[in-house]
């Protein structure tokens, strides 16, 4: 898979610097999506000491990682953005084995009330370990 297929839209999400923290797409459609974060040495600060990845994060890593199905359409016509509105769930099972891992976040996107929000199902993995889990709902703007 071309991970630099979905390029541009890693840079329409609004988050900047240090606060993005995708990486890469290596799937997407309109219902799913499966992204990427290396964490190295510049991130360390911002995931934890020495790499450990801060479970916390875990909701962020999901949110951001579903705003790519909102932001895609398969037609590549219409954008939407999207904000956190609750966090209906959310359990950490363990940190990252490694000290600078390569992060994995899946999940499923389904749009609610004529696509005005969204609940969000996703998992961050380190290789096969799921290190957590979030249930989101996102409140969706309309198209840009």
Do not use: W
């Not at 840079?11 to 799937?27: F, N, Q, T, V, Y």
Request: aromatic share 6%; proline share 3%; with cysteine.
């Amino acid at each position: 898979m071309d991970r630099n297929k979905y390029h541009g839209l890693i840079e329409k999400l609004p988050h900047r610097g240090a606060m993005r923290l995708i990486d890469s797409i290596s799937a997407l459609d309109s219902r799913t999506v499966e992204t990427e974060t290396r964490v190295d040495e510049t991130r360390t600060a911002l995931f934890g000491r020495d790499g450990k990845v801060e479970t916390y994060l875990g909701i962020e890593l999901v949110a951001q990682s579903a705003a790519f199905p909102l932001i895609y359409d398969d037609s590549g016509d219409e954008e939407h953005m999207g904000m956190i509105v609750q966090v209906r769930s959310f359990e950490s099972f363990c940190s990252p084995e490694t000290a600078m891992p390569v992060l994995r976040t899946t999940c499923e996107v389904d749009l609610l009330l004529d696509g005005k929000v969204a609940s969000v199902r996703g998992k961050v993995f380190e290789g096969e370990t799921c290190l957590c889990e979030a249930v989101l709902t996102l409140a969706v703007g309309g198209s840009k």
